[in-house]
């Protein structure tokens, strides 16, 4: 604990605290972020449960990079967010479960892009139906971080 | 009007407080809606600006669809929220702001549907968008990015 209080004490910590628009700030850019990854998330999921059925998913590459911009962007955001209040957020179980979920929810992603490319279509609406689930969990363990203490 | 707005918050359409876990609920839900509308909008905007450019345009349309749902999703958890509180909210610039921009990328949308939408379904795949569709791409991207922000910040400015 005494790592995660030191990280609450730095100077960067403080800043983003105590300085009016910082915290604002950066809870906009991890709601953009969110925008984009969960967004392009369920695009694919529902690629694969049928809508736009004919689009080849090679052409849905370029979405792929900018889901990635998106994951890049709201684990820096996020970070600082989290050593802001390091210790009240590592020991709320709403924030581990949101960790567990958006870890599974990007390994279940990348399995089903992958299964997509192969084009071995079998379970890819199971798998999709996973994906969706795991990232409208991560949204609402999200949210809840801010009324379980 | 406060007289309506206060009668709003009485009546059944204001009773997120009232019900345990009403109002994260109804957050919860904005925020389902806002990612599924942002990425039906991805999908067609990145098409249209060249970004994505050999998606074909013709059946990337049908996730307007998406979009449309996610906005459904957004704007109805959002009527509820605002009934809860009407007077706060309509007090709070941010919260207004957030409207124009709103209605901006509704008029937006109207322009794309009406102005835009017929020709780009004959878009072959790997060619450019006339430039009218893409100034819609990006305005869509900015009103939309705009009203997350705006969104996220209403709590802030009390």
């Given at each position: 604990?005494s790592?995660?209080?030191?990280?609450?004490?730095?100077?960067?910590?403080?800043?983003?605290?105590?300085?009016?628009?910082?915290?604002?700030?950066?809870?906009?850019?991890?709601?953009?972020?969110?925008?984009?990854?969960?967004?392009?998330?369920?695009?694919?999921?529902l690629?694969?449960?049928?809508?736009?059925?004919?689009?080849?998913?090679?052409?849905?590459?370029?979405?792929?990079?900018?889901?990635?911009?998106?994951?890049?962007?709201?684990?820096?955001?996020?970070?600082?967010?989290?050593?802001?209040?390091?210790?009240?957020?590592?020991?709320?179980?709403?924030?581990?479960?949101?960790?567990?979920?958006l870890?599974?929810?990007?390994?279940?992603?990348v399995?089903?892009?992958?299964?997509?490319?192969?084009?071995r279509?079998?379970?890819?609406?199971?798998?999709?139906?996973?994906?969706?689930?795991?990232?409208?969990?991560?949204?609402?363990?999200?949210?809840l971080?801010?009324?379980?203490k | 009007?406060?007289?309506?707005?206060?009668?709003?918050?009485?009546?059944?359409?204001?009773?997120?407080?009232?019900?345990?876990?009403?109002?994260?609920?109804?957050?919860?839900?904005?925020?389902?809606?806002?990612?599924?509308?942002?990425?039906g909008?991805?999908?067609?905007?990145?098409?249209?600006?060249?970004?994505a450019?050999?998606?074909?345009?013709?059946?990337?349309?049908?996730?307007?669809?998406?979009?449309?749902?996610?906005?459904?999703?957004?704007?109805?958890?959002?009527?509820?929220?605002?009934?809860?509180?009407?007077?706060?909210?309509?007090?709070?610039?941010?919260?207004?702001?957030?409207?124009?921009?709103?209605?901006?990328?509704?008029?937006?949308?109207?322009?794309?549907?009406?102005?835009?939408?017929?020709?780009?379904?004959?878009?072959?795949?790997?060619?450019?968008?006339?430039?009218?569709?893409?100034?819609?791409?990006?305005?869509?991207?900015?009103?939309?990015?705009?009203?997350?922000?705006?969104?996220?910040?209403?709590?802030?400015?009390?």
């Open positions: 604990m790592f995660l209080a030191s990280l609450e004490g730095s100077a960067i910590a403080v800043l983003i605290r105590e300085t009016m628009w910082t915290y604002p700030g950066i809870i906009s850019v991890h709601a953009i972020g969110m925008a984009i990854v969960v967004g392009i998330g369920l695009v694919f999921a690629r694969a449960l049928g809508l736009g059925g004919r689009i080849p998913i090679s052409s849905m590459d370029p979405l792929l990079k900018l889901a990635w911009i998106g994951v890049g962007l709201n684990v820096c955001s996020g970070l600082l967010l989290f050593i802001a209040d390091a210790r009240k957020f590592l020991t709320m179980p709403t924030f581990q479960i949101k960790l567990a979920l870890v599974a929810a990007t390994i279940v992603f399995m089903l892009v992958r299964r997509l490319e192969a084009n279509s079998g379970n890819d609406k199971a798998l999709a139906m996973i994906s969706l689930v795991l990232w409208l969990g991560a949204i609402t363990a999200g949210r971080t801010a009324y379980i | 009007m406060n007289d309506f707005l206060t009668s709003l918050s009485q009546s059944w359409l204001g009773s997120a407080y009232a019900v345990a876990w009403g109002f994260p609920l109804l957050e919860t839900l904005h925020f389902i809606g806002l990612c599924i509308l942002f990425g909008l991805l999908i067609i905007d990145a098409r249209i600006l060249g970004f450019r050999q998606l074909p345009m013709k059946p990337a349309m049908s996730f307007t669809s998406m979009a449309v749902a996610g906005f459904a999703i957004a704007a109805t958890s959002g009527i509820f929220m605002f009934c809860s509180d009407p007077l706060r909210y309509v007090a709070n610039p941010v919260f207004l702001a957030k409207i124009t921009l709103i209605l901006l990328a509704g008029l937006n949308a109207l322009w794309f549907w009406f102005g835009a939408h017929g020709r780009l379904a004959s878009l072959a795949d790997g060619e450019t968008a006339a430039s009218n569709a893409k100034t819609i791409a990006w305005a869509s991207l900015a009103l939309w990015t705009g009203v997350i922000v705006l969104g996220r910040l209403i709590p802030y400015v009390e």
